[in-house]
């Protein structure tokens, strides 16, 4: 990105004070990915950005880019949602600050909206969605509607389920290796979590650990294993 200035979507995914009277922005735009910005003058009381360079908001950035750094200038930001729901219920705000965690690293989500208006009891499971439909968008979703490793038709329910390898396994190819046992519930309930479209799956408390712990063992499998602690915060389910 370079040359004349450009106004395109963007979501806020980070946010750090610079000085005593700036701040740089981590933006997930529409058409240039992830990039980062300088905000000259964001932490002056009459500043121009106001309380819109929040985490999850939404606008558009008006951006003159650097010629010499990959650090542009934010002139502008013009608030299209604050998203200040997130910050109501701690579920809310642990999914959607994983979910930008890994867009940092990563590409742009689009499902900050849907979690924000989600009811609290469904919080949970459309924080689960969302990311699993990040990590689909990266390309690295597991395998599942055929074997990982040989690629044959798999047979409905319980199956084996294999970090190493991509995905679920057939009985064959399970024999013998590393592998994690999900029941036919479970294989569903992940089915659904992970192909958007269907019906979001109602989890019990167990079965709620059990796949947040599944999607970070994923994350750390085929993402990179370096510390994400907003992820981790994500998996305990808030403060302990």
Request: with cysteine.
């Amino acid at each position: 990105m370079a040359g004349a200035p450009l106004i395109t979507p963007a979501l806020i995914i980070g946010t750090l004070r610079y000085g005593e009277t700036s701040r740089i922005v981590r933006l997930a735009t529409r058409d240039h990915g992830v990039v980062s910005a300088i905000a000259k003058g964001a932490l002056r009381p009459r500043s121009r950005f106001g309380a819109a360079l929040q985490l999850m908001s939404e606008g558009q950035a008006h951006l003159i880019p650097s010629r010499a750094s990959d650090l542009h200038t934010l002139a502008a930001f013009d608030l299209t949602a604050l998203h200040g729901g997130l910050a109501k219920e701690h579920e809310r705000f642990a999914a959607a600050s994983a979910l930008a965690e890994l867009t940092t690293r990563f590409v742009p989500p689009d499902s900050v909206t849907l979690l924000e208006l989600a009811p609290p009891e469904a919080t949970v499971v459309v924080g689960l969605r969302a990311l699993w439909r990040l990590i689909t968008e990266l390309g690295v979703a597991p395998v599942t509607r055929h074997c990982a490793r040989d690629g044959i038709a798999l047979p409905e329910g319980s199956v084996a389920f294999s970090y190493r390898d991509g995905g679920f396994l057939c009985a064959a190819c399970a024999m013998g290796g590393s592998s994690t046992r999900l029941g036919a519930e479970d294989r569903d309930a992940l089915l659904s979590l992970i192909e958007s479209g269907g019906d979001l799956p109602i989890l019990s408390r167990a079965q709620v650990t059990a796949h947040r712990r599944l999607l970070v063992r994923w994350v750390q499998s085929h993402l990179g294993e370096s510390p994400m602690p907003a992820l981790e915060y994500w998996l305990r389910g808030g403060p302990t």
